[in-house]
């Protein structure tokens, strides 16, 4: 099992900046891909980003490119979402989750992900 816990969430002025943490636990994280996807309230759960543990390639999905950039501690197994310029529109719940392991690529469906965290709140006021 894979356990996934975040944090660094809150409330933060437009323009602003947050980072989220994503410790996981349970399993050898070298093989996995580890995702953020996040959920407004009435909306379906978007692709946020993605990092390969094991070389560090990322994706991110349009709404956030040039604004977020994810990372990971292998030594801490936990992996960041840095978020910058903070708009309205990224207020969500925020998920770390992870496929299983072996899954090629950076997957951004989040249907293709079996192991999800409690997520954490961020709110962006205007």
């Known amino acids: 099992q894979v356990q996934l816990v975040e944090s660094g969430g809150g409330l933060v002025q437009a323009g602003g900046s947050l980072r989220l943490s994503c410790t996981a636990s349970g399993r050898t994280f070298s093989r996995y891909t580890m995702g953020w996807f996040r959920q407004a309230p009435g909306k379906e759960r978007e692709f946020v980003g993605g990092?390969?543990?094991?070389?560090?390639?990322?994706k991110y999905g349009d709404p956030v490119k040039g604004r977020f950039t994810i990372s990971r501690d292998n030594a801490k197994n936990t992996v960041y979402l840095q978020m910058n310029r903070l708009k309205p529109e990224d207020t969500a719940v925020y998920y770390c989750?992870?496929?299983?392991?072996?899954?090629?690529?950076?997957?951004?469906?989040?249907?293709?992900?079996?192991?999800w965290g409690q997520g954490t709140q961020v709110t962006v006021s205007s």
């Open positions: 990092i390969r543990w094991s070389e560090g390639s990322t």
């Open positions: 989750a992870a496929p299983p392991p072996l899954t090629p690529g950076i997957r951004s469906s989040a249907h293709e992900y079996h192991y």
